[in-house]
């Protein structure tokens, strides 16, 4: 298959992750025979990097800053945008309840932590409300809570703020708070490249290899490598497309590898043509690591969250009148399945970053 072929995410997403890579190094390879890449009318420029034009009827849909969909109206204490649930249990009572255990629980299906690793990134590349410092709503800690009430410091709330209200809303039972995904709601591994401009301008690195940034040891560049933190504490952190990148080892990990997959196919796209731009290269390589997060997605993922019977109907093309957006109710609810689907592992934290 020739690099042409395997820019056409549709194809890369039937094929199994082993074949794209042995196919991508293999047409990189053949790539000096085709037409320029530029004039191939998926890579001029590559995809936009918000995420904008990719449903030509409404070029918005499923880009970074737009709305969260809504399948069932909002329920606020005022029906307009206070915080509802007074009443209800402590969150951090509910969380205990249902996330607490005390060893090991193997998945059923024989599943490993690594499950949980890669629905953190596919979830990662999806969604991300804009926070707002301004409305804390911390959560507090009730005296024996198992792991807080125990620390030194006492360690009585959890940090939390409110996702941010879209501008406009929130000024009636009419026009009831919006939130807003402030990255692209499509698999195309934005949590590599960022979905703005200004994102994606750090990452790069400057040249004509098309690769990304790393730092020593080949791993991803770091704070104060960028300067982009004005607190020393925090210069060690790494810098990635998504800034939940430091969530946990395992998800840097997987970000690192990403990363790494992203230079590996621009040093063989550039060495099978030289005479390809920085752009070129850059735009061939990212459009194949998406379709490797699609196909990884579409042919091992789902397949094992939803189960073989039950898994998706097979690709027939794309349907201009399905929002590709993000839905409220799965952005709010991914965490709780996710908090009991990664119950099976210990989990490796970094030290003072959350
Ligand atoms: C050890 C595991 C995890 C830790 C420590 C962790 C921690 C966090 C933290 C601290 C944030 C807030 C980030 C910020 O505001 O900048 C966050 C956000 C988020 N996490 Fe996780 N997380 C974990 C696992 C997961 C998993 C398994 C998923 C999904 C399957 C997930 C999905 C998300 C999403 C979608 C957000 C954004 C929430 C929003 O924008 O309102 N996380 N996580």
């Known amino acids: 298959m020739r690099l042409r072929s395997l820019l056409n995410l549709r194809i890369v997403r039937s094929l199994t992750i082993a074949a794209i890579s042995s196919v991508a190094v293999a047409s990189a390879a053949v790539a000096s025979d085709l037409p320029p890449l530029g004039d191939l009318p998926f890579v001029v420029g590559g995809r936009p990097i918000d995420g904008m034009g990719n449903n030509l009827a409404d070029p918005f849909l499923g880009s970074a800053g737009t709305a969260l969909l809504r399948l069932s109206p909002s329920v606020y204490a005022d029906g307009i945008s206070a915080m509802a649930g007074a009443g209800r249990p402590n969150t951090r009572v509910i969380s205990n309840s249902i996330g607490g255990q005390v060893g090991s ?50 360690g009585k709330l959890v940090p939390f703020n409110r996702s941010a209200a879209v501008a406009g809303t929130g000024t009636s039972a009419g026009n009831p708070r919006e939130q807003a995904n402030e990255i692209t709601s499509f698999i195309d591994a934005s949590f590599v490249y960022g979905s703005s401009d200004a994102q994606l301008a750090l990452l ?21 490598q960028l300067g982009i933190d004005s607190e020393a504490r ?26 790494r997959e992203h230079n590996r196919l621009a040093d063989a796209i550039k060495a099978a043509d030289p005479d390809l731009t920085g752009d070129q290269i850059f735009h061939a390589a990212r459009e194949i690591v998406a379709g490797e997060m699609q196909a990884i997605t ?48 210990r989990q490796v934290r970094f030290r003072g970053c959350f």
């Not at 790069?204 to 104060?224: H, Q």
């Open 298 to 345: 579409y042919n091992e993922f789902l397949p094992m969250l939803l189960g073989q019977e039950k898994g998706l109907e097979p690709y027939n093309g794309y349907i201009t009148s399905v929002n590709p957006g993000i839905a409220q109710e799965f952005h709010t609810t991914r965490l709780s399945f996710f908090a009991v689907s990664k119950r099976s592992s």
């Open 105 to 154: 629980m193997p998945d059923g299906n024989g599943l490993s932590g690594f499950f949980w690793a890669f629905g953190q990134l596919l979830d990662h590349d999806l969604d991300l409300t804009f926070s707002n410092p301004a409305e804390q709503a911390n959560i507090p800690i009730l005296p024996g809570d198992p792991l807080y009430d125990a620390l030194p410091d006492g």
């Open 234 to 259: 925090n210069d060690g952190l790494r810098v990635a497309g998504d800034v939940r990148v430091n969530e946990n080892a395992a998800l840097t990990s997987l970000q690192t590898i990403f990363m």
């Open 204 to 224: 790069r690195a400057s040249g004509d290899s098309g690769r990304l940034l790393t730092s020593a040891g080949n791993l991803l560049p770091t704070n104060g």
